[in-house]
């Protein structure tokens, strides 16, 4: 089984909202991905989380706020955004981080969509 | 530093007809490489990889062959069918002596197949 299983689909949340979008993995994965993915570009790295604790930032705005409660679970918390991070954004996970083995896979989830107005 | 570059989209090509999506890639030491698909309005999925010189990764008919010598990694695929419209994303991850230590990813390629 290699499924990384995304929460909402769908998300539309105005400026001043306050949401949050949840990841979940049982393929006893160490290593969780945020990405973000714009129409018709490969995915962003945001966050990469490593045995629990946040290893990479890619000097991602604090209105997005990650949270890796245990190495099944990842969240990312949403806060007064603005209308261009609309996107896909999509939650991986990988046995370790590449920086321990190139050779572990990297899974996707089905991404959810937001939609900022 | 690392990067992959794909052949331009979109692709279009008729039902049955021999599909290749050029990869090649710049990096150091020996990376793993990787192609996803992402259907339309879905999250990507692992659709072959290789993870040594020569190494030939295949699923569903699609394979590709890890050449060091031409630093590539190009998809084929026999006789494609309508159902594998949609984007193939080439990436790399770096040996983690060679520096780097993200999933790099090519600019995608949207195959469009019609019958």
């Known amino acids: 089984d290699t499924e990384v299983t995304q929460t909402p689909k769908h998300l539309v949340m105005g400026m001043t909202n306050k949401k949050s979008l949840k990841c979940e993995q049982h393929m006893g994965h160490r290593a969780m991905y945020w990405y973000k993915q714009k129409a018709k570009k490969p995915p962003e790295l945001m966050f990469v989380?490593?045995?629990?604790?946040?290893?990479i930032n890619e000097s991602v705005p604090s209105r997005f706020s990650p949270e890796c409660p245990n190495s099944s679970l990842l969240n990312l918390h949403l806060h007064a955004l603005q209308p261009e991070d609309s996107a896909l954004y999509l939650c991986a996970s990988s046995q370790e981080a590449p920086d321990f083995n190139s050779g572990n896979t990297i899974y996707f989830g089905e991404g959810s969509w937001l939609t900022v107005v | 530093g690392n990067s992959v570059t794909q052949m331009e989209g979109p692709v279009t090509l008729s039902e049955e007809a021999f599909l290749t999506i050029n990869c090649t890639y710049t990096?150091?030491?020996?990376?793993?490489l990787f192609w996803y698909v992402q259907y339309p309005g879905e999250g990507l999925q692992l659709l072959l990889k290789?993870?040594?010189?020569?190494d030939k990764g295949s699923n569903k008919g699609f394979e590709a062959t890890y050449r060091k010598e031409t630093t590539s990694f190009h998809l084929e695929k026999g006789s494609v069918q309508v159902s594998d419209s949609a984007v193939y994303f080439c990436?790399?991850?770096?040996?983690?002596?060679?520096?780097?230590?993200?999933?790099?990813f090519g600019t995608g390629t949207q195959l469009k197949v019609e019958l």
């Open positions: 990436a790399l991850i770096p040996d983690p002596t060679g520096g780097g230590n993200k999933l790099t």
């Open positions: 290789a993870t040594k010189a020569d």
């Open positions: 989380y490593s045995y629990e604790k946040l290893s």
């Open positions: 990096a150091t030491g020996y990376p793993s």
